[in-house]
């Protein structure tokens, strides 16, 4: 089983009242940017069209060390999750193995790039708990066209690779997403056959788009531009708000730089809750304009320039292996 599967669950449990009348004293896990610097171009993300608005920088040891020294009493799970790929980051092992030896289990999310047979290994001896490979797509020519390179295939083996440097321990757990535009329900078939028995869980959910800003868009290239559209208008998925929000009430994003932003969906920076080098995470998560956030949430109120373009992408369905 997933070991951050009864977070997720708690994230998604009840509804954004009674989760704010119920809010934790602290994060129950928190996003960690490792980087913001990517080495693919996706389509449907800033950071790939060069929007993002803030300079790609890797994360200090000493703010990963603040991080650490304030989840650590609490043994507060990590996710390696931003707006860069983590595996760029020259110390990514080593940031493992610090929270491992702290207690904190930690979560990597992927394009797979740079998981070669070192790495794999360095991260399952590092004692990393989960890993997502991030797929776009169902195959060689869907994948290419959002994420504008040529590496369906070196997913796969990114995969192959990881699950042999796991060898028979139980950890990390091996997941993989992918997330779809007009793709045939048949082409998903095709992709969930190949992929189910490599990896551990499998999901399928919806392309967003909403997100991008026009200052993202004005900085695709034309040949992203013209991806882009395509893909938007092959998209027809109904537009929900997720309910009850799963970031607001149950953890916080940490940018590369340390700042402290409400949710996953703030990129550029629209909030600032503070930096970790400069206050306490506690502090943080008691900050006024989260607070205006959660009230806005728990009155089913989706105003303002991040949640009125917040959908919810896993609407599809997801399988896994116990």
Not at 40 to 53: A, D, E, I
Not at 129 to 144: E, M, T
Not at 164 to 179: E, K, L, N
Not at 267 to 279: D, I, K, R, W, Y
Request: charged fraction near 25%; proline fraction near 6%; charge should be neutral.
């Amino acid at each position: 089983m997933n070991p951050f599967q009864p977070l997720y669950d708690a994230c998604n449990q009840g509804d954004s009242a009674t989760k704010y009348a119920n809010l934790p004293e602290f994060p129950t896990h928190i996003d960690v940017e490792l980087t913001s610097a990517c080495n693919f171009r996706c389509v449907f993300c800033p950071t790939g069209l060069h929007g993002l608005n803030r300079a790609a920088v890797n994360m200090t040891s000493e703010t990963y060390a603040n991080i650490i020294a304030q989840c650590s009493p609490r043994g507060t799970p990590l996710r390696f999750i931003g707006w860069g790929e983590p595996l760029l980051h020259p110390k990514v092992v080593a940031f493992v193995q610090i929270a491992t030896t702290e207690e904190i289990d930690t979560h990597i999310n992927t394009n797979g790039s740079k998981l070669n047979a070192r790495m794999a290994a360095g991260l399952v001896r590092a004692g990393l708990k989960s890993l997502k490979f991030s797929f776009q797509g169902v195959d060689r020519d869907s994948f290419a066209e959002a994420r504008q390179i040529d590496f369906f295939e070196g997913m796969i083996e990114a995969i192959k690779t990881l699950r042999a440097a796991r060898g028979d321990r139980d950890d990390p757990y091996i997941a993989a997403s992918t997330s779809i535009t007009g793709e045939s329900p048949e082409m998903v078939e095709v992709f969930r056959r190949r992929l189910e028995p490599l990896v551990d869980q499998l999901s399928v959910g919806r392309t967003i788009f909403d997100f991008l800003d026009s200052r993202a868009v004005r900085a695709a290239t034309p040949k992203q531009r013209e991806a882009l559209e395509k893909l938007k208008a092959a998209d027809s998925a109904p537009k929900v708000h997720p309910a009850p929000c799963p970031e607001v009430y149950d953890k916080l994003s940490i940018h590369a730089d340390g700042s402290v932003r409400i949710c996953c969906n703030d990129f550029s920076g629209v909030t600032n809750l503070g930096n970790v080098n400069e206050h306490r995470i506690d502090d943080i998560w008691r900050h006024g304009v989260i607070e205006q956030y959660r009230k806005r949430l728990a009155a089913k109120k989706y105003e303002g320039p991040l949640c009125s373009v917040c959908y919810d992408y896993q609407g599809l369905s997801q399988g896994a292996k116990q």
